[in-house]
């Protein structure tokens, strides 16, 4: 039977051999390129959404905010490109007790909310399409994601903090001036993530979900033609 963690590594360690091997003939037309990028990061899914024992509704999920990041591409056809991409989040991890707390007189309640410090880095190898004419791409690779930071430094999350999965996407490359060019790309990151090593919360705080971050950014190339 085969194993999800390793069948994913597998997957992850041959689309990283594929872009250092087969660019080598394009990398001899000197169109490498790079690409400093600034973006939106959005999270998806919630870590953890729950009713517990009195009626009590806990949330646990990362914060939207700005990504940072630079991608390498070479191409290695007329119509498709290797890509190398990493991203930076300085994230908080948000913990949210619903309903904590009702005024006696008004009737009105009130959540209990904090914040912990995080991080989220992401890594990808991707292969980027591109019809020829066109400005529109198309993005599929794998990524690595890791969450770090305050919020998971605690002793009992002793699962993985660090994740396999894939990526889709879509990008637009846009000329400002002739020798000016923009790209615009949104990228959907597919992935699991269980902190504390349980599949239910009866074992661990923490279910394992399926997670989908969306990264929406605008990039400068640096070299292309």
């Not at 390129?33 to 009713?51: C, I, L, Q, R």
């Not at 690779?141 to 993985?160: R, Y």
Request: glycine content about 10%.
């Amino acid at each position: 039977m085969f194993n999800a963690p390793s069948v994913r590594l597998r997957l992850a360690l041959a689309a990283i051999v594929t872009c250092f091997v087969l660019p080598s003939a394009a990398a001899a037309q000197n169109k490498f390129s790079v690409t400093p990028w600034v973006g939106s990061y959005y999270a998806f899914s919630k870590f953890y959404d729950n009713d517990l024992s009195g009626g009590l509704r806990v949330s646990v999920n990362q914060t939207n905010t700005a990504m940072f990041g630079i991608r390498a591409t070479i191409p290695v056809s007329p119509t498709i490109a290797a890509e190398g991409s990493f991203g930076y989040a300085k994230s908080a991890v948000n913990f949210r007790i619903e309903e904590f707390l009702t005024d006696t007189i008004s009737g009105q309640t009130f959540d209990l909310a904090t914040a912990f410090k995080g991080s989220v880095i992401i890594g990808s190898v991707r292969a980027v399409i591109r019809p020829r004419r066109s400005n529109l791409s198309v993005i599929l690779g794998a990524i690595i994601v890791n969450h770090g930071g305050e919020a998971w430094q605690d002793s009992t999350l002793d699962g993985k903090k660090t994740s396999f999965g894939g990526v889709v996407g879509f990008g637009l490359r846009a000329n400002v001036t002739p020798r000016f060019p923009i790209d615009i790309r949104a990228e959907l990151n597919l992935y699991s993530f269980d902190p504390d090593k349980s599949d239910d919360t009866a074992n661990g705080f923490y279910p394992g979900k399926f997670q989908q971050d969306l990264i929406v950014s605008i990039g400068i190339p640096l070299g292309a033609k």
